[in-house]
């Protein structure tokens, strides 16, 4: 039985789970022991910033989950009333399919972000080098990883941007085809404009122009960029280089004006201009928007479009869950077949000896036989073992998918003679 | 015309209108796969008819068995080779969606015509026509590329400037790459033009003595050479960009269809096989 324990950003407030990573963090065997809870075969600790959670393959016995809460609770230092009402505990399906959740980035604060895919394998890879992990968790995450994949290639979940400093970067792309060897002009200072030089970049741009009202904290950004760095002054100048424009200064009025912008295009022979104005108050004009290839985008149509994009994920994510439906009852699938698989092993076992030490009796007269013939007789024996054992071994298989297995199974053992 | 050459004909028809279908799907399930793969199918039609014209070529001799047919596929094989060649270049695969459903009309009317029809009267034929015919078709199937890269540049401009790229925007290549493609069209449209019609009236002066024969395509081909001159040095010495540019190929190209148009139905001409 697979069962999931664990917390995340919907059920605990940060400081609880700022205690419990940290507490979980800190210790070194965790896996160990947890291994050594009654009942708990297979487990794997995955831990982010918004979520602490235990996979584990278990005896069918509810104590296990009980018993993985109050060592979470412990780890935790979490109150009986914290423990209750942020500690969730899943089994089964409902556990397969939070992880293949987790994994395809349904459940993240940012829908359909990729790092937590990164984080489960990290997570995986972690517990497989402790030997945490057999073949029922294994072959879950590799399930995971599988519909991970195939929600984010087969849905559009991770498609469209949903920050606004991305969305400026799509944006002039989609303008300027290739970012590589565009001009950057940055006005004023603040995260959000530095954030989005810093996606530009990373998509290929690179000259950085810095203006700033006072030249000595321009010169300490442009340094940062490798840029240069202007006084407000000969903005006029830069605007007539720049191919990007990020303007974000606490300016009570605009400090690109229609005219300067107007003006410049002159200048740069009508090349394409991109100005994104992430101040409030706005700090270009938006009369500017009204000349010939300017394309001007305030913060309000950046998140205008960031909305659309996560309706659009949530959409997506309607596609995905029924991805994940189909892969939690394959595994499922699976997992019922595994219980079977014991039997079905010693069953062949057995088979197999008999038809070793019957070949093995007839050793004398098949010795007269020529080596192709002995041969044959070998494939037939075992061919006729293999088409008995086949019907046995289907409904096995069949029964423990469809309804529980084990009066079958028992049957079986008893019918074989498997346990003596 | 051979079975062979037909077959080759029926080949890159089929695969022209398949990538006509594969391209605007792209468009109205707004998935770029599609035009990828559209992409792919218009080249095989391309090499089909490359086929089909060189085998045509390989079975006359000269000039004695071209007729409208030759002349259409022409038209239409070089356009597609044009686009094709440059989507080495720019990823602007759902441009496609312009210039493939052109070259299936070209196709399409160049299937309607009397296969075998000689249009050129022998008399006429020789080096220079053919200097001639190559090098205005050329400067032409460039001038439609140009336009076509314009009308996209305006749909996805207008979504720009509107704040709402959406899905649409997003499908669309951007708009560096497709004034880069309308300035290329022009730039090099232009001068095969100007080259091919510099032929069409050396060739003029010795067979009817006059460079200028009273000829309605020539008069029409005359003006909307000048708008495309027009264009080209707006673009070069003035620095017109972008919007403005793209809005006036356009209408260029419409008058070039006009035109076109009228002169085919309207007038007799020395011109009557385009």
């Known amino acids: ?420 | 015309m051979t079975s062979l050459e037909i077959s080759f004909f029926v080949l890159a028809l089929t695969c022209c209108a398949l990538a006509t279908t594969g391209y605007l799907l792209s468009l109205l399930v707004k998935k770029i796969v599609l035009a990828k793969g559209s992409t792919w199918i218009l080249a095989g039609g391309a090499l089909f008819l490359t086929f089909n014209l060189l085998l045509g070529a390989a079975n006359s001799s000269g000039w004695v068995n071209f007729g409208s047919r030759h002349f259409l596929s022409i038209y239409a094989w070089t356009i597609a080779g044009i686009y094709l060649g440059l989507q080495f270049k720019t990823k602007t695969r759902l441009l496609g969606a312009f210039i493939a459903p052109i070259i299936l009309l070209f196709l399409i009317a160049a299937a309607g015509q009397e296969s075998d029809k000689n249009l050129v009267p022998p008399q006429w034929q020789g080096w220079l026509t053919t200097f001639h015919l190559v090098l205005a078709i050329a400067g032409e199937a460039l001038f439609v590329l140009a336009s076509a890269a314009g009308a996209m540049f305006m749909i996805q401009n207008n979504l720009l400037k509107n704040k709402k790229p959406g899905k649409m925007g997003r499908l669309l290549p951007s708009l560096s790459d497709l004034d880069w493609i309308n300035h290329l069209g022009l730039l090099w449209g232009f001068p095969l033009l100007t080259l091919g019609m510099i032929g069409g009236a050396v060739y003029a002066a010795f067979v009817w003595g006059g460079f200028w024969p009273a000829d309605p395509k020539v008069i029409w081909s005359f003006a909307i050479w000048m708008v495309y001159g027009f264009l080209l040095h707006q673009r070069l010495a003035i620095g017109w960009k972008g919007s403005r540019m793209a809005a006036l190929s356009c209408l260029a190209f419409l008058l070039f269809l006009l035109s076109a148009l009228v002169i085919r139905y309207c007038f007799s001409t020395v011109h009557n096989f385009i």
């Not at chain 1, 092993?345 to 019957?358: F, M, P, Q, T």
Request: aromatic share 4%; charged share 25%; with cysteine.
């Open chain 1, 1 to 420: 039985m697979i069962v999931l324990v664990g917390l995340n950003h919907k059920t605990a407030p940060l400081a609880v789970r700022e205690r419990l990573f940290a507490g979980c963090q800190g210790e070194v065997n965790l896996l160990a022991e947890l291994l050594v809870i009654d009942g708990v075969r297979e487990i794997l600790h995955l831990s982010t910033c918004n979520r602490v959670e235990l996979v584990a393959s278990v005896d069918e016995t509810s104590a296990a989950v009980e018993a993985i809460k109050s060592f979470l609770a412990k780890y935790g230092s979490l109150s009986n009333d914290e423990a209750a009402s942020c500690l969730y505990g899943y089994r089964d399906d409902e556990a397969i399919k939070h992880l293949f959740r987790v994994t395809s980035s349904l459940d993240s604060l940012v829908m359909g972000e990729a790092q937590i895919l990164g984080q489960v394998k990290d997570a995986y890879r972690q517990a497989l080098a402790l030997n945490a992990t057999g073949i029922a968790l294994n072959r879950l995450m590799h399930r995971a990883f599988r519909t991970a994949k195939r929600v984010r290639t087969e849905t559009g979940i991770a498609a469209n941007p949903v920050s606004v400093s991305f969305a400026a970067v799509e944006l002039a792309k989609k303008i300027f085809g290739t970012l590589f060897g565009k001009k950057i002009l940055i006005i004023g200072a603040g995260e959000m404009a530095e954030l989005t030089c810093t996606h530009l970049i990373g998509n290929g741009a690179e000259d950085i122009i810095v203006a700033n009202r006072s030249l000595a904290q321009a010169e300490l950004l442009a340094e940062k960029y490798h840029g240069r760095a202007i006084g407000l002054p000969a903005l006029d100048e830069a605007l007539c280089d720049a191919d990007i424009v990020i303007s974000s200064t606490g300016a009570p009025s605009y400090i690109v004006t229609q005219d300067m912008v107007r003006h410049c295009l002159r200048k740069r022979k009508n090349r394409l201009l991109f100005l994104v104005d992430i101040a409030v108050p706005r700090d270009i004009d938006p009369a500017a928007d009204s000349i010939e290839n300017v394309y001007l985008y305030n913060i309000d149509n950046l998140q205008d479009i960031v909305d659309e994009n996560v309706k659009n994920r949530r959409r997506e994510a309607l596609k995905a869950e029924e991805i994940i439906k189909e892969e939690v009852a394959q595994y499922a699938n699976w997992l019922k077949e595994l219980k079977a698989v014991p039997t079905i092993v010693s069953l062949r076992g057995k088979a197999e000896g008999i038809v070793s030490a019957e070949l093995e009796k007839a050793r004398n007269w098949m010795g007269n036989l020529e080596n192709t013939d002995r041969e044959k007789v070998e494939a037939l024996v075992n061919s006729i073992v293999n088409k008995i054992l086949h019907a046995p071994v289907a409904v096995m298989k069949e029964e423990s998918v469809e309804f529980n297995s084990k009066d079958i199974v028992a049957a079986a053992r008893q019918l074989f003679r498997l346990d003596d």
